[in-house]
C-alpha cells in the first residue's frame, strides 16, 4: 500500500477526533443553555433537546420489595423493561418499588436538516 494513502488515513483520522471532540464540547454546552426540552428552527435546521428519565435499580433492595419471591426468576436481574411490563401487568406498583432504584435525566440532541 502506498505510503501516501496511510498517511491521509492518518491525517484523517484525526481531524474526525478534533470534530467529535468539538460536537461533544458544543453539545455540552447546548445541554447546559437548555434545562429542559425544547425545540427551535435555525435556519436549515431543527434543533430538539429532549430528556428522558432512566430508572437504575438496585437488584438488592428490588428483591427486599418484591411481594413474591417467585418474580425474581421472571427478572433474574433489575431490567427495567421487564419492571415495567410487570408494573403494567398491575403485578407490581410503583409506590412498592420505592426506594429500589435511582432516576437519571439523559439528554438527547437531534439536529435534522
Known amino acids: 500500500m502506498e505510503n501516501a494513502k496511510l498517511t491521509r488515513f492518518c491525517e484523517l483520522k484525526m481531524q474526525q477526533k478534533k470534530l467529535e471532540e468539538e460536537l461533544e464540547s458544543l453539545r455540552q454546552e447546548i445541554i447546559a443553555a437548555y434545562p429542559a426540552d425544547v425545540q427551535f428552527q435555525l435556519e436549515n435546521y431543527t434543533l430538539k433537546l429532549i430528556y428522558q428519565d432512566k430508572k437504575h435499580y438496585n437488584d438488592q433492595l428490588l428483591i427486599d420489595a ?45 439536529v435534522s436538516p
Not at 413474591?68 to 433489575?78: G, M, Q
Not at 431490567?79 to 410487570?86: G, P
Not at 401487568?89 to 420505592?98: I, V, Y
Open 66 to 110: 418484591l411481594p413474591d419471591p417467585e418474580l425474581w426468576k421472571v427478572l433474574f436481574k433489575a431490567d427495567a423493561a421487564k419492571i415495567s411490563a410487570l408494573i403494567k401487568a398491575n403485578l407490581l406498583t410503583e409506590k412498592s418499588l420505592e426506594g429500589t432504584y435511582r432516576v437519571t435525566r439523559t439528554p438527547f440532541l437531534y
